[in-house]
Structure formats: C-alpha cells, structure tokens
C-alpha cells in the first residue's frame, strides 16, 4: 500500500449557492446564500484580473496524491445543490473568464423547477465544468440506515454517470453532514475527494474526503472574497504548518 503523502496544500475553495437575487423578505437562510448576478460578476472579474487560476477538485486531488504541479494563485470555486440560475447567471461569466467550477448535482431534484434540467447539466460538462455528486435528495446522510446511505451515496452516482457518460469522481455532503460510515461508503463508492462545509484553505491527503470550503455569502463583497483568498487561515481543530 502507498504511504500517505505528507504534502499540505493551500487552495482556497470558495462555496457558492444560489445566483441571483431573492426577493422574499422571509427566506433569511435563502437570502444569506443568494449572491447577486453583479457581484458574482463583480468577484469572477476581480479573480481574473489579480490573475486567478481556477481548478477543479480533481486537479487539487491529483497535486495532493500524485504531485501534479498547480498554478502559484489558485482557486476552486463551486456550485452546491444544482439550481438553474447558476446555470443562468454563473455559466456566462465562468464562460467570459475562461473559469471553470465544480458543480455539485442532486441526482432526484434535476428537472424539478429552480433547479437544472439534464440537458443543461451536460452542457455545464461540455464546457470544462466539473460535475460532482451531491446525493439521490440531500438528506442529513449521518441519520440514515446503512441501506439508504448507499443509495443516497452511490445511487447518486450512477445516475449522473449514465447520464454524462462519463465517470464522475468528486462529492460534496449534503449540508456539510459527514460521520466515519459516511466516509467510509463515499471512498468505497470510488470519489477520490469530497466537500465538507468546515471552514479553511489548508488540504492534506488525509483531508481529501472532508475538504475545507470558504462559504460566499450575500453579505460578502469582491473585496471581503478577495480577503479570504489571502488570509491563510489553518484548520484550528487540525493544526498543519503551511508549506508552499
Ligand atoms: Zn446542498
């Protein structure tokens, strides 16, 4: 067996929900993760003239396993739960930028309204963007029973695969919920990283199924983005030291 690589890797690896505008004064956590279509433009744009690289979590994957070179100023950015207006508003400008992001899909709700169509998602596939999983119905998967867990899980999976054609190899946890059965059906599914919802920029092997996100919220502007692209901060309850 291959030892662990001790390699400790900073990629920013920004969270991104709904891109648009919400109007309904009583939807506070829909508000919270709704970020304009002009700041999101405001912020991409910011990104691609400090001279931001994007890359995909199988890129960062591949550099902490095997040690494929990254460029110096990196970013990940990714799409959580597949609604329509990140098709809408995020595509034309990761498009206009040449980005590229990673978009996490909810195999059961495709096609519903708010959220994309398959056809739409093939083309987010045909233009470079990376498609993760992101379960059968984003259930609490740490309060399932073992059966449903690996449906929920692999379910998922296979049915994104059959529809890209393709296999698909990145997963993101349903709001950030993950426990050691959890884990341990997501690596035997075959996803060589995985999405968490706990804060930081600092990757290690050892992390690749439970990777830190920096979550973009309504309240945030290109500058506040930018900031935490800079800020270094570890993972407090995982001290690693930096290393370049
Ligand atoms: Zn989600």
């Known amino acids: 067996m291959r030892a ?46 400090y001279g931001y690289h994007t890359i995909t979590l199988t890129q960062l994957a591949d550099h902490i396993r ?31 930028y040449g980005f590229r992001a990673t978009f996490f899909i909810v195999s059961g709700f495709v096609n519903r309204p708010r959220y994309m169509t398959w056809r739409q998602i093939k083309q987010l596939d045909r233009d470079g963007m990376e498609i993760g999983v992101h379960t059968v119905s ?62 930081g920029t600092l990757h290690a092997e050892r992390t690749l199924l439970y990777l830190y996100r920096v979550r973009i919220l309504n309240s945030d502007t290109p500058q506040t983005m930018y900031s935490y692209l800079l800020d270094r901060f570890g993972n407090p309850w995982e001290p690693t030291p930096y290393v370049p």
């Open 4 to 49: 662990l690589s001790h390699r400790v890797t900073f990629a920013p690896i920004l969270m991104f929900h709904y891109i648009r505008v919400d109007r309904n004064p009583y939807d506070y956590l829909g508000i919270r993760l709704s970020v304009a279509p002009s700041t999101f433009s405001s912020e991409m744009a910011l990104l691609h003239r």
């Open 66 to 96: 095997y040690g494929r070179p990254l460029p110096r100023k990196r970013v990940v950015l990714t799409f959580d739960d597949g609604y329509e207006d990140q098709y809408k508003h995020a595509l034309p400008v990761l498009r206009r």
């Open 138 to 199: 984003h259930l609490d998967l740490t309060t399932l029973p073992t059966r449903f867990l690996w449906h929920q899980i692999y379910g998922a999976k296979l049915a994104i695969e059959w529809h890209l054609r393709h296999p698909v190899r990145v997963f993101a946890y349903p709001s950030g919920a993950f426990d050691g059965a959890v884990l341990a059906d997501v690596r035997r599914a075959g996803f060589i990283a995985a999405a968490s919802t706990l804060p």
